[in-house]
């Protein structure tokens, strides 16, 4: 099985570049379907999601190019009336946007129901109840497959019960090829609907309002081609901010909005961390011992849920106690028992995580339940002085492009092994170096 051996205690120092936007680039890719002309996405981040989504594309009868590494083309004048459904495309929560844009584009669409990971019933009542006011006829079939039709798609005003990223990017794209006008109230405001709605405007849509919690959609007959560039991963670049903090390093982190990045940037200063910003640029610097805080994830402008793991990792090395609310997701806090086998000291009461900040976490072998905890255990590993084993990686593989490398080019000791002879050798080499 694949594992991340780390060997923790170095300070990180550096600079490390963000990738794309995982979460805009998979809706982004599902919105390039809804044209007949060729669409061309850069910045698209090299991670095993976005291979799965642009597979399912691909055997639909989409033709899908990929000349270089962060680069597609796709041409989806060829769609074939099949469903999108692979035991691979059940595994990711961003194949629910098949289901908009083939409903858009084709007013018929039949997509095996999103997977993802295990942080909560993840409901899509909120999508359901959108496509219907919009006219289409919807089912889940006992397989497991949603069949969305209509004979026409027309506008409606939505009320959203509540804030959801997924049901406003599903909404927007359908919304988008409906006769008439959609309003979406109680709309999501994250960067990634921002960057799908500027995506769909690029292609003729008339979308206005998005970032803001009401979106104005006027359907227009068809969408064109279009060439656009993915906005940089806000998680990814937090997560690296916080690996600065957790290892009292001095990291830069280059291609980033700092704007998105904002309540992340809040909470490290609150911890005690120095927070210095240009225009696609963030330096983390920390020094000496981090504080206490309290945090609760909102959706955007709020501190994000994907960066909750991260948080509690930090708070763990604080001086004090913390409390951490989880706000978004009613089942988030399974990878606390890992982090415990660390010596972490967290109780977790339902939504609410108590944390008893240390000196330094001791290293431990341990199992990835998700994409963002496997991240946080690895910022825990990085900064515990020894050799920890986090497997289960395929989790963080879902959504980080070259984690182990980038860490490693900021002084990280990280290496990803597949067999138990890679592990003997990777042993070797991270103890060899500590005694030279
Ligand atoms: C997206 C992100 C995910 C992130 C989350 C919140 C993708 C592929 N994933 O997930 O990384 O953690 O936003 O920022 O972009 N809900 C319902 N009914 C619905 C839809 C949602 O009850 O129809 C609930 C969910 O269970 C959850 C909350 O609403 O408790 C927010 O979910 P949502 O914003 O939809 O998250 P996702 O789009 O699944």
């Known amino acids: 099985m694949e594992q991340y051996i780390v060997k923790g205690g170095n300070s990180l120092v550096g600079e490390v570049e963000i990738s794309g936007a995982k979460n805009a680039a998979l809706a982004i890719l599902a919105a390039s379907i809804m044209t007949d002309d060729t669409v061309t996405i850069e910045n698209v981040p090299d991670v095993s999601d976005i291979r799965v989504l642009t597979q399912a594309i691909e055997s639909i009868g989409a033709v899908v190019e990929h000349p270089q590494r962060h680069v597609y083309t796709i041409n989806g004048s060829q769609i ?86 997924g049901a406003t990017i599903n909404v927007m794209m359908a919304a988008s090829l409906a006769k008439g006008i959609t309003i979406i109230e109680n709309a999501a405001k994250e960067p990634h609907v921002v960057d799908l709605a500027n995506f769909l405007n690029s292609m003729g849509a008339r979308i206005r309002g998005a970032g803001t919690d009401v979106i104005r959609i006027k359907g227009v007959e068809r969408l064109h081609g279009t060439e656009y560039a993915i906005i940089p991963d806000q998680i990814e670049a937090g997560t690296y901010m916080f690996a600065a903090a957790a290892t009292r390093g001095d990291v830069t982190i280059t291609n980033v909005i700092p704007k998105h990045m904002e309540s992340i940037s809040a909470k490290l200063k609150e911890i005690g961390c120095q927070i210095s910003e240009s225009d696609d640029a963030i330096r983390v610097v920390a020094t000496g011992r981090l504080q206490p805080t309290n945090v609760k994830t909102m959706p955007y402008p709020g501190f994000p849920t994907d960066m909750q793991p991260q948080v509690v990792v930090l708070l763990g090395l604080s001086n004090g106690t913390s409390i951490v609310t989880e706000g978004v997701f009613e089942n988030r806090f399974r990878y606390v028992d890992e982090l415990m086998k660390m010596g972490a000291k967290v109780t977790v009461e339902g939504r609410t995580a108590i ?82």
Not at 123 to 152: C, M, W, Y
Not at 358 to 368: E, I, L, R, V
Not at 372 to 389: C, H, N, Q, T
Request: proline residues 4%.
């Open 80 to 165: 074939l009336d099949l469903p999108v459904d692979n035991e691979l495309i059940r595994s990711i929560r961003g194949s629910y946007y098949m289901i908009g844009a083939l409903l858009g584009k084709h007013k018929n669409a039949q997509v095996a129901l999103p997977g993802g990971c295990a942080i909560g019933l993840r409901p899509i009542d909120q999508h359901l109840k959108g496509f219907k006011a919009l006219g289409a006829e919807v089912r889940v079939k006992p397989s497991g497959i949603v069949v969305a039709t209509a004979k026409n798609l027309h506008g409606a005003h939505i009320y959203m019960d509540l804030v959801s990223v």
């Open 355 to 436: 944390i008893d900040g240390q000196d330094a976490y001791t290293p431990a072998t341990m199992s990835a339940p998700d994409l963002r905890a496997g991240a946080a255990l690895v910022i825990a590993a990085l900064s515990a002085d020894g050799i920890s084993k986090i497997d289960n990686i395929h989790y963080v593989e879902r959504g980080y492009e070259d984690f182990p490398e980038k860490l490693r080019a900021i002084g990280g000791e990280i290496i990803k092994t597949a067999s138990k002879e890679e592990e003997s050798s990777a042993l070797r080499r991270l103890n060899l170096k500590a005694i030279s």
